[in-house]
């Protein structure tokens, strides 16, 4: 009884997790606002966007960098980096009496020993979602001046930063054909359509554009298989690859430093991703774990083999763990 008890616990956290972190994201729908977009477009959100930091500057994943994005924009704070409140301890910090942590998750697995209904012992493998508070360091005093410190940008100088994503974009190998007005990615064909640069209205936003149908392009069955043949539109299936494109390429932004267009296109998938969320709780976790994906797959096809070159990351199995458990 008391094993059963701590399970229905457990599921009853988990299922609060979820409810939280996608009642505050539709919300921001039902308002016209992609919160993963909300980012660039606030006003206290001084200089270049980044991922949000753990104390030890490694980068967030998933759908973790939505809730601390979410949260930086609520709250008003300005810094990257997040820690707990040991950590903050450790670090020689004291959080300020008042101040309340945001939410972070982490999935993980662990190995339980159950009895077999022939009496025989067996092992099961049960995941879990485990929740946590972190808190922004301008919410900590006392802490090392690094601990404040904003890392400084790899491209300063904006036309760096264009040639960057260009040579990112081209070491892919996907195939982009020029045409047309429209921006669009085919799986018959396996090719990006894409309209002349000179068409958007600067070079980011090509750029930020080519990202979104990059994460398309990422999902096909010899790639990281999401299913896209037969996608039809407006069905279910498709929503939920758009709401991948529209959350990878947010992502995808941050670590090539440009700013996201915001696609009047995209407009009409708003009521679809309502739609999706409110009938599966654990979508957006999803969708933010295969958004993961594909921005990690994209950067392994990068030629350099610096760290600093690579997208720095969490743990490459972090964000599939998120998405197993959901």
């Not at 490694?58 to 008003?76: D, F, K, R, T």
């Not at 995808?252 to 267009?261: G, M, S």
Request: glycine share 6%.
């Amino acid at each position: 009884m008391r094993k059963k008890s701590r399970t229905n616990q457990n599921r009853k956290a988990k299922k609060d997790v979820y409810a939280r972190v996608t009642d505050r994201i539709i919300a921001d729908l039902e308002k016209g606002v992609r919160p993963w977009i909300k980012p660039w477009g606030a006003d206290h959100m001084d200089g270049r966007i980044m991922r949000p930091l753990r104390f030890s500057g490694e980068p967030y994943v998933g759908i973790n960098v939505l809730m601390l994005w979410s949260a930086s924009i609520e709250h008003g704070y300005d810094s990257p980096t997040w820690m707990t409140y040991r950590q903050a301890e450790q670090l020689g910090g004291q959080v300020r009496k008042g101040e309340k942590g945001s939410l972070v998750v982490y999935a993980n697995s662990m190995t339980v020993k159950e009895e077999a209904e022939d009496g025989e012992e067996q092992e099961r493998e049960v995941r879990y979602l485990k929740a946590y508070s972190v808190f922004n360091t301008t919410q900590i005093d006392g802490l090392p001046e690094r601990s404040y410190a904003k890392p400084e940008p790899r491209f300063p100088n904006p036309v760096e930063r264009i040639e960057h994503a260009e040579q990112f974009f081209e070491a892919t190998g996907a195939e982009i054909r020029y045409g047309g007005n429209r921006a669009y990615y085919s799986s018959a064909s396996d090719h990006i359509q894409m309209p002349p640069i000179e068409a958007f209205r600067d070079a980011a936003s090509f750029w930020s554009v080519l990202g979104h149908e990059s994460i398309h392009w990422s999902g096909t069955k010899d790639r990281l298989a999401r299913g896209l043949e037969g996608n039809r539109f407006g069905s279910q299936p498709y929503a939920r690859e758009e709401l991948t494109a529209e959350i990878g390429s947010a992502f995808l932004c941050a670590d090539l430093e440009i700013t996201p267009e915001v696609r009047a296109d995209h407009a009409s998938y708003l009521s679809s991703w309502i739609r999706v969320l409110k009938q599966d709780p654990r979508a957006i976790f999803s969708a933010a774990a295969q958004a993961q994906r594909a921005v990690d797959y994209l950067h392994g096809l990068q030629p350099s083999t610096t760290p600093e070159e690579k997208r720095p990351v969490e743990t490459a199995s972090a964000s599939c763990a998120l998405e197993a458990a959901s």
